[in-house]
């Protein structure tokens, strides 16, 4: 079946313009996670949709970033304002409630900020 | 917040040879995910663990959660080329709301 979907695959934007990156989770997941990773760093967790209920922003590292779910299916992460410090890989996961805690990655968007 | 512990940081290791990670985390976790990612791609996900003391094989990959629940490791044997990439570890605990801790890493490089 068809997994995590994200696109663009690669954005190049310039300093102080705004971008938006869309995830598409795998069908019937409840659960979508939004984490950053850095050249040759770890996973860096951003913020959890879990179905209907507030999502869990405790990661999101200023109020630039923004994130939506509509449906509880596609999301779309918003960073306002690029910097360069914003360049970066974004991945983005589903899981579903019968499946435990196993998180399915998508190929992620590597964002450039010029 | 929690930290996970992955060591090593990057391993160099011959063909055929095997290779031994492992993940340690002061708290206790009440699953061990292992992952793996190629270069502009997404992890994948290797192995689950979900017991104390379980042992789960995926081919030649062999991981085990600790007893202790606060360490995983995972073992790749006869090492061949395409096993080159980076392996994450993931813990979840009970009092993380569904967040999965990721280790930092070990970048795995296979000689022919």
């Known amino acids: 079946g068809a997994g995590v979907s994200q696109s663009p695959s690669n954005k190049v934007t310039e300093k102080g313009k705004d971008v938006e990156l869309r995830c598409d989770p795998i069908s019937g997941h409840t659960a979508l996670y939004w984490y950053r990773q850095s050249l040759g760093q770890g996973l860096e967790f951003l913020i959890y949709?879990?179905?209907?209920?507030?999502?869990?922003k405790s990661g999101l590292p200023s109020d630039r970033f923004s994130a939506e779910r509509t449906g509880g299916s596609v999301s779309t992460l918003t960073i306002q304002r690029t910097q360069q410090e914003d360049s970066a890989v974004y991945l983005c996961?589903?899981?579903?409630?019968?499946?435990?805690?196993?998180?399915?990655f998508g190929p992620g968007t590597r964002l450039t900020v010029t | 917040g929690q930290q996970l512990n992955q060591s090593p940081q990057s391993m160099f290791i011959q063909e055929g040879e095997d290779v031994s990670m492992n993940c340690t985390s002061s708290?206790?976790?009440?699953?061990w995910l292992w992952y793996k990612q190629d270069p502009g791609e997404g992890p994948v996900l290797l192995i689950a663990?979900?017991?104390?003391?379980e042992l789960t094989s995926n081919g030649r990959l062999t991981a085990q959660f600790g007893i202790t629940r606060k360490d995983s490791f995972l073992n790749i044997s006869a090492s061949i080329p395409s096993d080159v990439g980076i392996y994450f570890c993931a813990g979840f605990s009970s009092g993380s709301a569904r967040q999965l801790t990721f280790g930092s890493g070990t970048q795995l490089t296979v000689l022919p």
């Open positions: 996961a589903s899981s579903s409630l019968a499946g435990g805690h196993e998180q399915y």
């Open positions: 708290s206790i976790f009440n699953t």
């Open positions: 949709f879990q179905g209907n209920s507030a999502p869990d």
């Open positions: 663990l979900y017991k104390a003391g």
